[in-house]
Structure formats: structure tokens, C-alpha cells
């Protein structure tokens, strides 16, 4: 294992975290857990001959905390290709998961060279990095959030948060919890101050807009237990509608997180992304 934090701008630095030597395979989190909420599905793809290399987006898990910063999903995007840049890594299966997708999506509308398909796990192209649920926390006033400053209070948050958005709350236990908010609770503030300038990120342009210019195949798995910011029939539709090759899956019994309740729903889809990959460039020629 090789974990780098690379520099794409002044005070800014993402973690990756790169295991295995084959084709490039890179995992894009959602705001918690860092490469750890990865781990039940990069040993097994390492084994099937991939590099997998674990992006974390500026303010989430390891990566830095800068204040000021741009924390929109473009400016993550960009963040995030010049990372891959820097590493040498080009056309690579994308695995983006909830928050990650956004970014994702992005990724494989403008850089076909660096993404040649992309699985989205429960989330959608998402207008924003202000979801509802952050904008809930931060419109609540300084109070509550003074409270997630002590980390027992973080930790008890964040384990409502993984439990409510689960559909089997079996992995959920307290030593994950501890793992999944281990990087933020060693920067509470910054973590904290990172997490409101999303909930206020504005975009430049709509993604919806731009969506029909993806050219790489894209798989959707959808957790259908209900659960917190489930993927709209809004978001389903204009995938279907825009995209030349999509496939969306529903995942009965799962949530949100579905690599850590079905990891082999998972690698599957990844193995369908591939032959999708490799069915369109046929197609190509």
C-alpha cells in the first residue's frame, strides 16, 4: 500500500491511497471513511488485476482543509484530474460512491482521457455540493454545530448517519465508526469549516446541461431501502435520457452503502462496466 498526499494548488493536498500493480481502477469516497470505506472491495479487485488507487476530495478524510477554498464540484473535479495527472494514471474505470458521484459525473463529461467508465454507487449527478442534508446542519445556527467539536458527539453523529443510511445496519459497529471518522475527528474545525463552505458551494454552470456530453459508459447502482438523499426519479430520468450507455441497477436490502452491505454487487458491476467499456470501443472502430 502507498499512500501519497499530492499537491494540486497552494495548501491544498489530496490523500491517495494506491494498492496493486495492474490497470488503473480509481475510488472516489463519499465524506466519510477515506480509502477504509473501500477496503471490502479493493483487496478483490487488486486480486482480479487492477491498480486501485483511492482518491479523497479536498475536505474529506485525510485529504487537507484549507478555509477559503473553492469547494464546488467543479473545483473538486479539476482537484481530482490534476491528481490523477500527477500520478500518471489515464483512462481508468471511475468508482465514485454518494457525495463522490457529483464530482464523478464530472469527471466523465470532461475528461474522457482520464476516465473510460464510470460506476456511481448511490449518487447521481448531483447540481451541488450543498445537499440537503448540509444545508439542514449549517441553517441550524452555530449552537449544534459547536456540539460536533467534541469528537464523542462527532463520532454519535456520524453513526446515526451511517446506521439511518443503511438497509443492512449489521456493519455499523463502533470500531467502524472510530475507523470511518478517525481523519476528521483529528481536524474537527477544519473538517467542520470544510463541511459548511460545501453546504454554500455554488456551481459555475449546470451539469445537467453538459451530461449529454459523456461519452464513457456509466453504471448506477441505487440502494432501495429507504434511506437519507436517495437517487430522485429526477436524477434516474436524465441519465437515461442524456447518456448514450447507462445502466442503473436497484440494489434490494441496501442503502446507501452498498460496498460495505454488498460488496459483490459491487465488484459485479465493475466487471459489467468493463465489458461495457470494452463493447464501446468495439462499436468505435
Known sequence: IAVRDIQVARGETLRTTSIGSGRPIVLIPGLFGGAYSYRKITAPLVAQGYRAIVVEPLGYGSSSHPQKSDYSLDAQATRVARTLEQIGVRNALLIAHANGSGIGFRLAVDRPDLVRGLLAIDGGPAESAA???????????????????????????????????????????????????????????????????????????????????????????????????????????????????????????????????????????????????????????
Not at 440537503?132 to 446542519?137: A, G, Q
Not at 455554488?202 to 445537467?208: D, G, M, R, T
Not at 465488484?267 to 463493447?279: C, P
Open 131 to 285: 445537499t440537503p442534508e448540509l444545508r439542514r446542519v449549517f441553517k441550524l445556527g452555530a449552537f449544534p454545530v459547536k456540539l460536533l467539536l467534541d469528537p464523542a458527539r462527532a463520532r454519535y453523529e456520524l453513526k446515526d448517519e451511517l446506521v439511518s443510511s443503511s438497509g443492512d445496519k449489521s456493519w455499523v459497529t463502533d470500531e467502524v465508526v472510530r475507523k470511518y471518522s478517525a481523519a476528521q475527528v483529528r481536524d474537527l474545525n477544519g473538517s467542520i469549516d470544510a463541511l459548511n463552505r460545501m453546504a454554500k458551494a455554488q456551481e459555475k454552470s449546470s451539469l445537467a446541461g453538459r451530461l449529454y456530453r459523456c461519452a464513457v459508459p456509466v453504471v448506477l447502482l441505487v440502494g432501495t431501502s429507504p434511506h437519507r438523499a436517495m437517487v430522485s426519479p429526477e436524477e434516474r430520468d436524465l441519465l437515461q435520457r442524456s447518456l448514450q450507455r447507462v445502466e442503473i441497477q436497484d440494489i434490494p436490502g441496501a442503502g446507501r452503502y452498498i460496498q460495505e452491505e454488498k460488496p459483490d454487487v459491487v465488484l459485479d458491476a465493475v466487471g459489467r462496466l468493463d465489458r461495457m467499456v470494452v463493447a464501446a470501443v468495439g462499436s468505435a472502430r
